[in-house]
């Protein structure tokens, strides 16, 4: 077995990335530039729970037939104890200047909460968004909302509400992605989260059974650790999907092409939504 502290290293990606306070004011300062510009074609704090994080921010695509945009959730880092959507109102740039609406929620966090009521507030928020729009959508997440796009996709949506189709995350882009919970066990980043060797298997995606007609495609920074390269390769491999490394870039910077129209993930992110529009 790996010795604990080479997984503390493998894991703890702000110790990886002394430079991560600088990137993340400019994430905060992006995002926060990226809501003032689009304040015209934003719903800004809509509520999809009574909680007061229970909240998102969507964010639409220019254009007389932007209601009837593909819409994609994204769903925010911070190892499900950080951050919230005023970190990344920015990844919405590139999909809205392809014509993809975007969705970014919060959620409460850890250890107020556990992790598998993050996902259920996730769930919530998918549902919302189906039964506000009437359509089926592509989930998208950094880090620990990686991981809950994974969730997202194979939700039995049914068993939440006979209403819901099925298939309503049948696209999944999960980026630098925590796919299995365990190797976190022994790590300081698992203090908060609450969970037991039982539980960290139940809510790992790499150990359910793949969506049927699902389509995924993972990403992870080609600079990241060994850890965070073997998870996406074999996440990947056992739902069918595919992957990729993005070369030299971090745990923090793999997010910058989501901010640039012109990028390929954009691209392929948009493509993969398309089927989705209302």
Request: glycine letters at 8%; charged letters at 20%.
């Amino acid at each position: 077995m790996t010795p604990a502290m080479d997984l503390e290293a493998e894991y703890n990606n702000r110790a990886r990335v002394p430079e991560h306070p600088a990137i993340l004011e400019g994430w905060a300062r992006e995002a926060a530039a990226y809501r003032a510009a689009r304040r015209d074609a934003a719903e800004l704090d809509l509520a999809y729970g009574p909680g007061e994080r229970e909240r998102l921010d969507l964010f639409w695509p220019d254009g007389a037939a932007a209601r009837d945009a593909p819409i994609a959730l994204f769903l925010h880092g911070g190892y499900w104890q950080a951050l919230d959507r005023s970190w990344a109102s920015h990844c919405a740039r590139g999909l809205n200047a392809r014509g993809v609406a975007v969705a970014v929620p919060s959620h409460d966090l850890c250890p107020a909460v556990t992790v598998r009521r993050i996902v259920e507030q996730m769930r919530a928020a998918a549902a919302f968004l189906h039964r506000r729009h009437k359509r089926r959508l592509l989930a998208a997440g950094h880090s620990a909302g990686g991981h809950l796009a994974a969730l997202l996709m194979a939700t039995d949506w049914r068993a939440l509400d006979p209403a819901l189709p099925a298939d309503l995350v049948p696209v999944g882009l999960p980026i630098s992605g925590v796919f299995e919970l365990e190797p976190l066990l022994p790590t300081t980043i698992a203090r908060a989260l609450r969970l037991d060797a039982a539980e960290a298997r139940a809510l790992s995606p790499r150990w359910l059974p793949a969506p049927r007609g699902g389509a995924l495609h993972a990403v992870v920074g080609g600079a990241e650790s060994a850890e965070f390269l073997r998870q996406t390769r074999d996440f990947a491999a056992a739902w069918g999907g595919s992957w990729e490394a993005l070369p030299g870039a971090n745990h923090f910077t793999v997010l910058a092409p989501l901010s640039d129209p012109e990028s390929a993930l954009v691209a392929r992110a948009a493509a993969m939504a398309a089927p989705l529009a209302g």
